[in-house]
């Protein structure tokens, strides 16, 4: 079993920053894929940002292609999602997510992925 937990959320003027992190407990860093994804009151929850452990891939929607980046620390046992350049449709909940099966399809979907953190909140204002 793999326990996440986020944290680092907080409110942003847009053009700004935050940095997100994702501690693991349990099975860490046996998973082959982690990811961030968000989710906006009324909206269904999307893909953010996944890392694909062994080789090392990263992937992101196109939303957010060039100005955030996700990366990882073993020693740290942590996750990251570096947001840089934030747009108020950037605010959600913001969940980590970690897949512990061998899975060949996209990164893309949320039901892929077996744990789930708590997530948190990340708002940005105009």
């Known amino acids: 079993q793999v326990q996440l937990v986020e944290s680092g959320g907080g409110l942003v003027r847009a053009g700004g920053s935050l940095r997100l992190s994702c501690e693991a407990s349990?099975?860490?860093?046996?998973?082959?894929?982690m990811a961030w994804f968000r989710q906006a009151p009324g909206k269904e929850r999307e893909f953010v940002a996944a890392?694909?452990?062994?080789?090392?891939?990263?992937y992101y929607a196109d939303s957010v292609k060039g100005r955030f980046t996700i990366s990882g620390d073993n020693a740290k046992k942590a996750v990251y999602l570096q947001m840089n350049s934030l747009k108020p449709e950037d605010t959600a909940v913001y969940y980590c997510?970690?897949?512990?099966?061998?899975?060949?399809?996209?990164?893309?979907?949320?039901?892929?992925?077996?744990?789930w953190g708590q997530g948190t909140q990340v708002t940005v204002s105009s």
């Open positions: 997510a970690a897949d512990v099966d061998v899975n060949p399809g996209t990164v893309v979907p949320a039901p892929r992925y077996d744990y």
């Open positions: 890392i694909r452990w062994i080789i090392g891939s990263t």
């Open positions: 349990g099975r860490t860093f046996s998973t082959y894929v």
